[in-house]
C-alpha cells in the first residue's frame, strides 16, 4: 500500500493519515473520504446513527424503558427499526414548507404496557409494539393485555442520556445499521421543503398488523362492505383495535372475519389484497446497490445502440 500523506483532521486539528475505514456490510477497507484521522474518527464512527431521525427517537424510547426491556441485540434492533420505518409510512406526513403534519394519527403501541402490574416493564421489541391509533393507544394508557405474553420484564437499570449510547455501543452493531438503513444525520437550521406522502388507512393498517404478529389474515374492510353495516371501515377498524387490545388477537380476527367481503367481484383481488398486506423487508441499502445496477445495465445498453 502506497505511503499516505498527512492531512489535517477536520476533528482535532492536527495533522495525520487518513483513517482507515471498513465498510460494515462488505468488509472492504478503504481510506476515509473526509480528513479525518483514525482516534477521532473511532470516536464518531456511530455519529450517524445517533444522529439520525431514528437515533432521535430511539433515544427518547429509550429512557422510557430500562436496560432489561430494551433489544438484546442487533437483529432485535433491526426488527424495531423496520417496525419504526413501517410506522412512519403509515402515518404519512405533509409540509407546508413551514409545519409539519401526519396524514394519519398513529403511535407504536405496546401490546404488554410498558408500566405493567407489579413493577413490570412492557419491552421494547417489534413483537410487543403494535402501529394503532393515537387515540386508542392514549385511551388505553397501560390498561393490562388480557393473556401472558411474556413480553414484559422486570425492571432494570434506568438508561438516561448519560449511559445511552455506551449501552448501544455494547448492545448493537451501530455501523452496520446505520449503514444497511442509508441513516443519514438530520440536517439542522435548513428550510423545510414542501412535500406529502398518504400514509396507510387504519383498515389496511389494521389487517397488516394483525398479519405481522401471526395473525391469519387476508382480507381488508372494504367499502361495499362497511356500508351493510351503516359504518365506515375506518370505524370498523378502530372497534377491532379496540377489541385485539382489551380482548386479544383471536377474537379481534374473529370480528374481522365478520366484514369479509362475500362476493369476489365486488372488491379487490386477492393479489391485490395479498400486495397491500405485505410488508417491505428490503433493506435500504440493497435497493440502492439494485438501483445501482439497473442504472449502469440501462447505461451499458444504450451504449451499445439498444
Known amino acids: 500500500m502506497a505511503k499516505q500523506r498527512p492531512v489535517t ?11 482507515l475505514t471498513i ?46 426491556s430494551i433489544p438484546k441485540n442487533t437483529n432485535e434492533l433491526r426488527d ?28 407504536l403501541c405496546h401490546i404488554d404496557p410498558l408500566k405493567g ?32 405474553t411474556q413480553q414484559s420484564v422486570q425492571k ?21 445499521l446505520a449503514a444497511e438503513f442509508c441513516m443519514i444525520p438530520q440536517k439542522k437550521n435548513k428550510a ?7 400514509g396507510v388507512d387504519v383498515q389496511t393498517t389494521l389487517s397488516k398488523e394483525l398479519k405481522r404478529l401471526g395473525f391469519p389474515v387476508d382480507h381488508i374492510i372494504e367499502e361495499s362492505v362497511s356500508h351493510k353495516h351503516n359504518k365506515t371501515p375506518e370505524a370498523i377498524a378502530l372497534d377491532i383495535f379496540d377489541t385485539f387490545f382489551k380482548v386479544g388477537g383471536t377474537l379481534a380476527v374473529s370480528q374481522l372475519n365478520n366484514y369479509r367481503e362475500s362476493n369476489d367481484e365486488d372488491g379487490l383481488s386477492k393479489e391485490s389484497i ?9 433493506l ?13 445495465q440501462k447505461d451499458y445498453w444504450e451504449d451499445i445502440g439498444f
Open 117 to 148: 402490574e407489579n413493577g413490570l416493564v412492557g419491552k421494547l421489541i417489534s413483537t410487543n409494539l403494535m402501529i394503532a391509533p393515537a387515540q386508542l393507544n392514549r385511551e388505553l394508557s397501560n390498561l393490562p393485555f388480557p393473556y401472558n
Open 23 to 68: 465498510n460494515p456490510i462488505t468488509g472492504k477497507q478503504r481510506r476515509s473520504t473526509i480528513n479525518i484521522c483514525q482516534d477521532c474518527h473511532s470516536k464518531t464512527i456511530d455519529y450517524k446513527f445517533f444522529s439520525s431521525s431514528f437515533g432521535q427517537w430511539l433515544r427518547r424510547a429509550f429512557q422510557r424503558q430500562c436496560t432489561n
Open 80 to 107: 424495531l427499526i423496520y417496525l419504526w420505518k413501517f410506522y412512519r409510512k403509515a402515518c404519512g406526513f405533509k409540509s407546508d414548507g413551514e409545519v409539519v403534519t401526519k396524514t394519519y394519527d398513529y403511535q
Open 9 to 19: 483532521c477536520r476533528e482535532c486539528g492536527k495533522r495525520r493519515v487518513k483513517a
Open 274 to 282: 395479498k400486495k397491500l398486506l405485505e410488508y417491505d423487508y428490503t
Open 156 to 176: 432494570g437499570e434506568e438508561i438516561t442520556d448519560d449511559n445511552f449510547k455506551e449501552i448501544c455501543r455494547q448492545r448493537y452493531n451501530l455501523p452496520l
Open 192 to 198: 423545510l421543503p414542501v412535500f406529502e406522502s398518504l
Open 284 to 296: 435500504p441499502s440493497e435497493k440502492l446497490r439494485l438501483s445501482r445496477e439497473k442504472r449502469k
